[in-house]
């Protein structure tokens, strides 16, 4: 069972930057992948960037490729999403995730372990 605590969202404005942690604990293997997700109202849940634990290879959505970058800190169990030059349309709920192995199709498959999310909030 894992556990996923997220913290760092908030009011920003736009072209501003904000950075999210997700603190895990529980059973976590070096082979896990993490990911963000966001929903913004009235929308579905999407997929944000997605990080191996063992490889380190990254995945990032189109929409926020260049601006956002995950990171991990092996040590402490957090996963990071620094989100820079943020826009309205980042507003949402970011959601951290885990599921037990990458998969090349990481942005579309199932993670199993969720956080409660996080307001972020863009303003115009």
């Known amino acids: 069972q894992v556990q996923l605590v997220e913290s760092g969202g908030g009011l920003v404005q736009a072209g501003g930057s904000l950075r999210l942690s997700c603190a895990a604990s529980g059973r976590i293997f070096s082979s896990y992948a993490m990911g963000w997700f966001r929903q913004a109202p009235g929308k579905e849940r999407e997929f944000v960037a997605a990080?191996?634990?063992?490889?380190?290879?990254?995945y990032y959505a189109d929409s926020v490729k260049g601006r956002f970058t995950i990171s991990t800190n092996n040590a402490k169990n957090t996963v990071y999403l620094q989100m820079d030059s943020l826009k309205p349309e980042d507003t949402a709920v970011y959601y951290c995730a885990a599921r037990s192995s990458w998969a090349t199709n990481i942005r579309t498959v199932a993670f199993g372990s969720w956080g409660q999310g996080t307001q972020v909030t863009v303003s115009s």
């Open positions: 990080i191996s634990l063992s490889g380190g290879a990254r």
